[in-house]
């Protein structure tokens, strides 16, 4: 296996672990899940560059590369979700209920608490779930349907917007425990809370206009006869 279907394979080992580490009551514990999330996001644009460049593209790399993008999605968006989610929220109420449930909203200093949308969970879902799709259905008529910079804007602010997640999973236990609620910690909390606003809904909208891109360039591959 070569460097950067290692990288990939990595990638896929470690998102279980971000998907259960979060929901450890352990500031150590959460401090390793940010920096890990920081190291597999990362290496997701390392492992396609050194492909490239090295001429080290594989089928098997096709293969683990958009898995462990996907991987790496769900297994963020899992705690992320039950953590930080409305109380009555309807999509959370389907969900195993979990401890600190809905506990760590982003504050900042316009919202004391920002929850995680449902509507953006399902939008975000659905698109790269449509894109898997549409690929697939592409590549039959003989169509590649490679990333636009739309979609790597989107990524990027989807990447920031997950990283600031988890680095309040820790920040906020921590100022907790150690009962730090003064202006300085305040300052902290609220700046990564408008990192996190912000991020979350630019992501958003990029969800909706790199789809809405991706549509109008290839569109007709619709109405295309499929490859024999």
Request: hydrophobic content about 55%.
């Amino acid at each position: 296996m070569n460097l950067p279907n290692t990288i990939s394979a990595a990638r896929i080992v470690a998102s279980p672990f971000l998907a259960l580490l979060p929901f450890v009551p352990s500031v150590p514990v959460r401090v390793f899940a940010f920096a890990l999330y920081l190291v597999t996001a990362i290496s997701d644009h390392w492992d396609g560059k050194i492909a490239r460049a090295r001429g080290l593209i594989t089928d098997l790399g096709k293969v683990l590369d958009p898995l462990a993008d996907k991987l790496l999605l769900v297994g963020t968006f899992v705690p992320m979700f039950l953590l930080q989610a409305h109380g009555d929220d309807p999509i959370l109420a389907l969900l195993p209920a979990v401890d600190e449930r809905s506990a760590y909203p982003f504050t900042t200093w316009i919202v004391d608490a920002v929850p995680f949308p449902w509507w953006v969970l399902v939008l975000i879902v659905g698109r790269e779930a449509f894109m898997t799709w549409f690929r697939g259905f592409a590549q039959a008529r003989g169509v590649v349907i490679a990333a636009q910079r739309l979609g790597k804007w989107k990524a990027g602010f989807q990447y920031t917007w997950m990283g600031a997640s988890y680095c309040w999973f820790w920040l906020k236990l921590l100022l907790d425990q150690q009962a730090w609620h003064g202006p300085v910690a305040m300052f902290w909390a609220r700046l990564l809370g408008g990192i996190g606003l912000v991020t979350m809904y630019v992501a958003f909208l990029l969800t909706l206009v790199s789809l809405g891109d991706y549509l109008i360039r290839h569109g007709s591959v619709f109405s295309a006869p499929r490859r024999a």
